[in-house]
């Protein structure tokens, strides 16, 4: 059981003894480029996405509350130094529903494991339930995994997390585990430094200034989204998607850059319809200004946002319309 190829963690594990060895690696040597696709899984809410946007230090993937916020597989690019870092994010793996979105979703995770460098696994620090043990059996033997215990800050008593990280062991063998808080500045650091010895020496794939391969119109529909359930709190199910219908840019002598967007909303019921609407168009409106405002910071632009609501009931179930949505 306690091989000496597995990570040091048992009774005298010192946490802070731990978290001083887990210090960034050696730089690689200074003509060697580095490059590799960093996975990042989970179930939902574990923190991934506040993880990938905090790794790539731009808000890439959103996030909320809400379970199961992220949809898509998400690249975030960081290049520090000589390394490029390709992070996908992925969508919760979602167990309790299986409906053609699921199954979709779970497709997914799938894809994203399978032909990456290294795996950060993200868990809630001191917590493992069935959901996560469910994601962890995804996890391909022979691609190096951390465990990555998140939100390390809402835990009281961290010696007691030591005998979790022993039974943690058991459960896979990860190459090392990180105790972090993705809100923590000095983590994120730490984590770079760790991930960076499993990246290949190879030529960067992409741009040393790009963040991400998605579109501005993926990204425009993540924020809409964003705010639509920001605003809607828990009373709107997950299944609520964006569309964009329509992404226009123009050139115009007032404001250089200037964007059109046309965005719809579909939800399943009328009555949702109605809470997204809110009172005399209220919670709408809400939506779509900040929405506009942030999509105006990120593609430094004028941006005209139109949204619309429409119902399609039944759609999480119809694998057709699963497909026009967008997700594969
Ligand atoms: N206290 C604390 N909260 C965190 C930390 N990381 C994330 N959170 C919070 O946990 C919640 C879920 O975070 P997300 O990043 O949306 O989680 P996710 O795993 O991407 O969720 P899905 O998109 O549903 O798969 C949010 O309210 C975050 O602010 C952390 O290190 N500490």
Known sequence: MNDASKPVAGNDLDL????AAAKPAVA????????????????PNVGKSTLLNALVGQKISITSRKAQTTRHRITGIRTLHQ??????????FQTRHSTALNKSLNKTVMGAIGDVDLVLFVVEAGNFTLADAKVLSLLKPGIP????????????????????????QERHPFNEFVPMSAKNKGDIERLFGIC????????WFYAEDELTDRSEKFLASETVREKLFRFTGDELPYTSTVVIDKFDEEKSKNHGR???????????????KAMVIGDKGERLKRIGTEARQELE???DAKVFLELWVKVRSGWADDEARVRSFGYE
Request: a positive charge.
């Open 83 to 92: 390394t490029q870092y390709v992070f996908v994010d992925t969508p919760g």
């Open 16 to 19: 802070e003894a731990m978290l």
């Open 28 to 43: 690689p040597a200074v003509d060697g480029q580095r490059c590799g696709v960093i996975a990042i899984v989970g179930k």
């Open 145 to 168: 995994a951390l465990l990555v215990a998140n939100k390390l800050d809402t835990v009281n008593r961290r010696a007691e997390l030591a005998p979790w990280l022993k039974s943690m």
């Open 258 to 272: 200037m964007v059109r967007i046309s965005a719809t909303i579909v939800v399943e019921r009328d009555g949702h």
């Open 196 to 203: 960076e010895k499993y990246l290949p020496e190879q030529a």
């Open 297 to 299: 910071k990120l593609m």
